[in-house]
């Protein structure tokens, strides 16, 4: 396997760890926008120093992951979902982890950000999703993948924060979900975990945490406050 995965082997507290299954790193991508120019089991990052995998390389707030992909979501000036492109939306490439750098805006039945690969560490940093059109769309979406961590982010008046649909071996940690109709729906999904995370004001609909006929899931240090319902299984 050329990869690196985000693997889950059973054990919570191992969850949301990065693991290699390779021993020898070729140096082959290039990371952010610069470029791996010499031969070592390091990559370069733009004009920072060789960095091992999964350490800070520095300026920007780049990872360099396991694989050497190394990547942050950039939004320039911007501070709406709805002015990014279809693209610009998708949460597209594995083995690479996203870091959100300020609290954006949504409107209308639109969704801020679609998971559509696997093994991806999506970082809020803390930061706010949410929609000015209370009771519509979805903060962050993912279908049919595996292996992904949403971590540190809020979502906040959505009709659902964050939609996992056929999706396995997820881990959902630190989230706050807030006045959305459903906070974190799962749906026809397995062997995901959803950890440390807060459901407050989601009044509406099944409320905090909604499972549709998902299985072998794990609900561990959760706080639910004022919610519909706290957890549901449908």
Do not use: W
Request: with cysteine; aromatic share 10%; hydrophobic share 30%.
């Amino acid at each position: 396997n050329p990869h690196a995965r985000i693997e889950h082997d059973g054990n919570p507290a191992h969850v949301g760890k990065l693991k290699s299954d390779i021993t020898t790193k070729s140096a082959l991508n290039a990371c952010g926008g610069g470029m791996d120019d010499d031969s070592d089991s390091l990559i370069d990052c733009a004009d920072d120093s060789d960095c091992p995998a999964g350490t800070s390389c520095g300026t920007g707030g780049r990872i360099c992951m396991l694989d050497k992909t190394c990547n942050i979501l950039q939004t320039s000036t911007l501070s709406r979902c709805d002015d990014f492109s279809i693209g610009e939306k998708q949460i597209n490439t594995p083995y690479t982890k996203y870091t959100l750098d300020r609290s954006l805006t949504s409107s209308g039945a639109n969704t801020c950000f679609n998971i559509v690969a696997g093994n991806i560490i999506f970082d809020g940093s803390g930061f706010t999703i949410r929609t000015d059109a209370p009771g519509n769309g979805k903060g962050i979406s993912a279908y049919n993948v595996g292996y992904i961590i949403i971590e540190n982010i809020n979502v906040q008046d959505y009709e659902v924060g964050i939609e996992l649909s056929l999706v396995n071996f997820a881990v959902i940690k630190a989230i706050g979900a807030i006045g959305n109709y459903i906070g974190v729906y799962i749906g026809e999904g397995g062997n995901n975990i959803i950890r440390d995370s807060t459901f407050s004001d989601n009044l509406y609909l099944f409320g905090g945490l909604y499972f549709y006929a998902a299985s072998n899931n794990k609900i561990i240090n959760n706080i639910f406050t004022n919610n519909q319902y706290g957890i549901y299984f449908g």
